[in-house]
């Protein structure tokens, strides 16, 4: 059976519309007539390709998912795991900026939350902490008594400057979409996360 290019165009350009929509004032909120009108097509075309607002919300949740993961499972240029770690993120700050609505998207996601939302950051958790078990067990990464919590912690604070994006701006008092903030970002978070955060071996009194 031929496959109608347009048609594909179509769909796709519905699946994007929806995405920007989604991101601005989340999918609850978000009609089909308002979609059709971004995408430059009918409402009916939009039932014609996904039938029910929910299988449009799984097509574009799924969407998002594949372009975090290309990024995260993109095999690593250089050989250490902090090195390693440093290259993905850049990676993912360079879709940030490519694709400004994500970081609105998953926020949404997972602030109000959406079921998507909670799978996805579990799923985040759990590959990570596969990852830092793995690391340990090849004597590159120190023992961990408690490595979900580890995992759930680099996770929040690698995905901070999107979740928490609004509150952080008004706290550092800087825009967190630009390149040069995003990279202040990192520099600091790896300066956490590679160096002795206490240096005699405890943490001292909470003032």
Do not use: C
């Amino acid at each position: 059976m031929s496959i109608d290019r347009a048609d594909l165009t179509a769909r796709a350009r519905i699946r994007d519309a929806a995405f920007r929509l989604f991101a601005e004032r989340g999918s609850e909120a978000t009609s089909f007539r308002q979609i059709a009108e971004l995408a430059d097509v009918s409402p009916g075309l939009i039932t014609h390709h996904f039938g029910t607002k929910d299988a449009l919300v799984a097509e574009v949740d799924t969407w998002v998912t594949q372009r975090i993961e290309e990024v995260f499972r993109r095999p690593p240029l250089r050989g250490s795991p902090a090195e390693a770690a440093t290259e993905r993120r850049e990676q993912f700050d360079q879709l940030l900026l490519e694709l400004p609505e994500l970081a609105d998207y998953l926020r949404r996601s997972v602030l109000e939350p959406s079921p998507h939302g909670v799978e996805w950051f579990s799923g985040q958790v759990a590959r990570t902490a596969q990852s830092l078990r793995h690391l340990e067990e090849a004597g590159m990464a120190r023992h961990s008594d408690d490595v979900e919590i580890e995992a759930a912690l680099l996770v929040l604070i690698v995905f901070g400057p999107v979740i928490l994006r609004p509150v952080l701006e008004g706290a550092l008092g800087t825009e967190l979409r630009s390149p040069e903030a995003l990279a202040r970002w990192r520099a600091g978070e790896l300066e956490l996360l590679t160096s002795a955060l206490y240096p005699n071996g405890r943490a001292d009194p909470a003032p």
